[in-house]
DNA sequence: ACTACGGATGCAAAAGCTTCTCATTATTAT
DNA sequence: ATAATAATGAGAAGCTTTTGCATCCGTAGT
């Protein structure tokens, strides 16, 4: 029994094809963050026969199970990343859109003493840093 | 002359009623956190004769004039914000919508060293917090 | 004030992303 | 294997936002 299809018994999905891939896809991806069309495209160039509103519904149902999060970048469209190990924020580039990560404890605890001082119960946070990364300066 | 053309005019453009009734709008709006279609719906029903298209064209010129800025918030509809005064970031209540405004010193210094450090050079960073506001966490 | 020019507006249509509908197909428990 | 049930694919629909174009308005020069 794969690794894969355990991760969907776990989260309470059926073990089916499509969502088999989009896992597979999300593991295999070598910039870990990729759009809806980004996943469609693949299996279909991989010769996949999958529709692109199954990829939405699999990767919701994904992101509902707690298996993937969805990151709203400047742009519209969301972004979707392979939960695994700890949490952590974005740093992107506008430039080539490259994605870097970083994990800050005094920013994260900051956070926390807001919101409490705030008055409100977190329940997430989102922080994207936006700039030009080192490949794209050198660039003019 | 007023104000709100004076803005207008240091930024290039022209002073035109639909731009007038827009800068207005975001003055004297409350939650100082509208979107497009607030602030369309609200002209509207000030009277105004507005078409939609003109709401966003303007939003953007006031944007890339540094008028206002556009917010992401969760949900997929942008939110545009006067831009009076300093820098801010924003904590939000995700049950009825609330928006509070803060500000962290020792966040902002991480910040840049962070992007620093990742050899970014930073131009913008978008950090929000997600939460129950004081006032729902009362109503169970 | 008057005119002419260029930019600004409104409407409708279009575009882009995401969700929904529904007939068909695949998965699971029996 | 079979029946019950959930998942899928294809296209239509929904929403926010943008664009094309004819018309209108602000502005600068008279």
Same mark, same amino acid.
């Given at each position: &029994? @794969? =690794?894969?299809? !355990?991760?969907?018994?776990? #989260? ?7 969502? &088999? /891939?989009?896992?597979? &896809?999300?593991? !295999? @991806? ?23 509103? =199954?990829?939405? +519904? ?10 993937? #999060? ?12 392979? !939960? ?6 974005? $740093? ?10 970083? &994990?800050?404890? =005094? $920013?994260? /605890? +900051?956070? +926390? ?9 977190? =329940?997430?946070? @989102?922080?994207? $840093? ?6 794209? +300066?050198? /660039?003019?």
């Amino acid at each position: &029994m @794969s =690794t894969e299809s !355990n991760h969907l018994r776990k #989260a309470g999905l059926k073990v089916t094809l499509p969502r &088999m /891939k989009i896992l597979e &896809m999300l593991e !295999n @991806s070598e910039t870990r963050h990729l759009s809806a069309e980004d996943v469609y495209k693949s299996l279909l160039e991989s010769g996949e026969e999958i529709g692109l509103a =199954t990829v939405y +519904r699999v990767l919701t149902q994904f992101e509902t199970a707690g298996l993937v #999060a969805r990151h709203h970048f400047e742009g519209g469209h969301s972004m979707f990343e392979l !939960n695994e190990g700890d949490h952590h924020d974005h $740093i992107l580039c506008v430039k080539c859109g490259r994605v870097d990560e970083f &994990m800050d404890e =005094t $920013i994260e /605890k +900051r956070q +926390r003493q807001i919101a409490q001082d705030a008055g409100y119960e977190i =329940t997430d946070h @989102s922080l994207y $840093i936006y700039g030009i990364c080192p490949d794209c +300066r050198g /660039k003019a």
